[in-house]
């Protein structure tokens, strides 16, 4: 491979241990499928700002009120951080800081809650996170979660969609202090006005946990949550295919709270070089040609659940609205297990990740189910018709599964699939990460 690991791949060469990682990690990403529904490829210039000296800044505190000198230039960083963040989401407040999704929901609960209080997000066995209650996550211990799931499962493909009804129910009798929506492997358009109306009918707050769709609100494809909800949470290196973050947005009353819950609340120094690569991604959201991107990541993740569908595979809840799809493996083949189809697909170039699907009867760890996304090999360019080419080498690698020359077979006509889309062309000269 002579693509370089980073845009400063030189001067990486000064340690040929991590350098030769690097490298072999370049070669992965590379030379298989990425279709793992969080990730995504970010452009280089967020890589060349996540890579900078801003990473050498103390600067714990907020714009103009630091508690170290020395921070003309990253006080102005951080601001246009926030300002493209507002302006793109059109938000009162953005705070930036968060070093992660996770820590950008634990911020908000600490801002808006007391321990104790009770929260009602979705189960984590119907799609939600961990930090939406996992009885192995921090949130279980100091809130009172209560989960809300989808409908059952329809012989028309018309079930497993959000439950609002039980989510109505359980408002009125548990009368959570917040409503949380938002998901980690929920295929459908979640619409934050009816969580809105039940927050509202019990005097709750809203939070939209936009960590997934967050590119495909910035770019247009779904609705914004921002303006319903009185918090949005984000991740940036998902959808938005920016650096790996979070950031939250609320209104202009909640700004105070949300600020001092995330610094000094929970975080330490804030990672500059990190905000500075959410400015070049919130930026880059911006563009038009981020719009046409966000659309033909649905255009993908439909003509692949069309095509795996095709295949003899399920999709849970009969298609997709976003850029993830849940696969159903039992009428594929009722003994194939979302474990072993992960497994066969690693050793055939196909990278994705087992997952629950709705009342799934096999555990966590095992599970009936795969979870597939778009938004990576869409920035390398790919379309429909490479849709259509992912999901018949999916089907032969699971029927071969036990065969490692079909398996062999699969992985060389994946590197030449992939060979055709580099999601890192010329970078280092021309500096450009493919089709937008
Ligand atoms: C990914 C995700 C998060 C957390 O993001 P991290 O950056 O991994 O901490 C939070 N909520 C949802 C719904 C997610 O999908």
Same mark, same amino acid.
């Given at each position: 491979?002579?693509?370089?690991?980073?845009?400063?791949?030189?001067?990486?060469?000064?340690? &040929?241990?991590?350098?030769?990682?690097?490298?072999?990690?370049?070669?992965?990403?590379?030379?298989?499928?990425?279709?793992?529904?969080?990730?995504? =490829?970010?452009? &280089?210039?967020?890589?060349?700002?996540?890579?900078?000296?801003?990473?050498?800044?103390?600067?714990?505190?907020? /714009?103009?009120?630091?508690?170290?000198?020395?921070?003309?230039?990253?006080?102005?960083?951080?601001?246009?951080?926030?300002? *493209?963040?507002?302006?793109?989401?059109?938000?009162?407040?953005?705070?930036?800081?968060?070093?992660?999704?996770?820590?950008?929901?634990?911020?908000?609960?600490?801002?808006?809650?007391?321990?104790?209080?009770?929260?009602?997000?979705?189960?984590?066995?119907?799609?939600?996170?961990?930090?939406?209650?996992?009885?192995?996550?921090?949130?279980? +211990?100091?809130?009172?979660?209560?989960?809300?799931?989808?409908?059952?499962?329809? #012989?028309?493909?018309?079930?497993?969609?959000?439950?609002?009804?039980?989510?109505?129910?359980?408002?009125?009798?548990?009368?959570?202090?917040?409503?949380?929506? $938002?998901?980690?492997?929920?295929?459908?358009?979640?619409?934050?006005?009816?969580?809105?109306?039940?927050?509202?009918?019990?005097?709750?707050?809203?939070?939209?946990?936009?960590?997934? /769709?967050?590119?495909?609100? #910035?770019?247009?494809?779904?609705?914004?949550?921002?303006?319903?909800?009185?918090?949005?949470?984000?991740?940036?290196?998902?959808?938005?295919?920016?650096? *790996?973050?979070?950031?939250?947005?609320? !209104?202009?009353?909640?700004?105070?709270?949300?600020?001092?819950?995330?610094?000094? $609340?929970?975080?330490?120094?804030?990672?500059?070089?990190?905000?500075?690569? +959410?400015?070049?991604?919130?930026?880059?959201?911006?563009?038009?040609?981020?719009?046409?991107?966000?659309?033909?990541?649905?255009?993908?993740?439909?003509?692949?659940?069309?095509?795996?569908?095709?295949?003899?595979?399920?999709?849970?809840?009969?298609?997709?609205?976003?850029?993830?799809?849940?696969?159903?493996?039992?009428?594929?083949?009722?003994?194939?297990? $979302? +474990?072993?189809?992960?497994?066969?697909?690693?050793?055939?170039?196909?990278?994705?990740?087992?997952?629950?699907? &709705?009342?799934?009867? *096999?555990?966590?760890?095992?599970?009936?189910?795969? !979870?597939?996304?778009?938004?990576?090999?869409?920035?390398?360019?790919?379309?429909?018709?490479?849709?259509?080419?992912?999901?018949?080498?999916?089907?032969?690698?699971?029927?071969?599964?036990?065969?490692?020359?079909?398996?062999?077979?699969?992985?060389?006509?994946?590197?030449?699939?992939?060979?055709? =889309?580099?999601?890192?062309?010329?970078?280092?000269?021309?500096?450009? #990460? $493919?089709?937008?």
């Amino acid at each position: 491979m002579t693509v370089p690991a980073t845009p400063f791949a030189a001067w990486l060469a000064a340690d &040929p241990e991590v350098s030769a990682l690097l490298a072999e990690e370049v070669e992965r990403q590379s030379t298989t499928l990425q279709l793992i529904a969080s990730e995504n =490829f970010t452009s &280089p210039a967020v890589l060349a700002a996540t890579g900078s000296v801003l990473t050498n800044k103390y600067a714990e505190g907020y /714009p103009h009120r630091r508690y170290y000198g020395g921070n003309r230039v990253i006080d102005e960083v951080e601001d246009l951080a926030r300002s *493209r963040a507002t302006a793109l989401f059109g938000a009162e407040h953005a705070n930036v800081q968060p070093h992660a999704g996770a820590n950008a929901n634990l911020a908000v609960y600490q801002a808006l809650l007391q321990p104790g209080d009770t929260v009602l997000a979705m189960r984590l066995d119907h799609g939600g996170h961990l930090t939406h209650g996992s009885p192995a996550s921090i949130t279980s +211990k100091i809130w009172r979660f209560v989960a809300y799931g989808v409908t059952p499962a329809t #012989a028309e493909g018309t079930g497993e969609v959000i439950d609002f009804d039980q989510v109505a129910d359980l408002a009125k009798r548990e009368q959570p202090k917040l409503i949380v929506a $938002g998901s980690t492997a929920y295929s459908r358009v979640i619409d934050p006005a009816p969580f809105r109306e039940i927050a509202d009918a019990v005097g709750a707050l809203f939070m939209f946990d936009a960590a997934h /769709p967050a590119g495909l609100i #910035a770019g247009g494809a779904h609705p914004s949550p921002v303006g319903v909800a009185d918090v949005v949470t984000l991740t940036t290196h998902k959808t938005l295919r920016g650096p *790996r973050g979070g950031a939250i947005l609320c !209104r202009g009353d909640l700004a105070k709270a949300i600020d001092s819950a995330v610094f000094p $609340g929970l975080q330490g120094g804030p990672l500059e070089h990190v905000i500075a690569a +959410k400015a070049v991604a919130f930026g880059e959201a911006a563009a038009p040609e981020f719009g046409r991107y966000a659309a033909a990541v649905v255009a993908n993740a439909r003509a692949l659940a069309a095509a795996l569908a095709a295949e003899g595979f399920r999709v849970v809840s009969g298609g997709t609205d976003n850029h993830m799809l849940l696969v159903d493996l039992r009428p594929f083949d009722p003994d194939l297990t $979302g +474990k072993e189809a992960q497994e066969a697909l690693d050793q055939a170039g196909i990278t994705c990740n087992r997952n629950t699907i &709705p009342d799934d009867p *096999r555990s966590p760890f095992v599970t009936s189910g795969l !979870r597939l996304g778009s938004a990576a090999e869409t920035t390398a360019g790919m379309g429909p018709d490479e849709m259509a080419q992912v999901a018949a080498l999916i089907g032969r690698a699971l029927t071969g599964r036990a065969d490692e020359a079909v398996l062999g077979a699969v992985r060389s006509e994946v590197g030449a699939l992939c060979a055709a =889309f580099p999601p890192y062309a010329g970078l280092g000269s021309q500096g450009s #990460a $493919g089709a937008g």
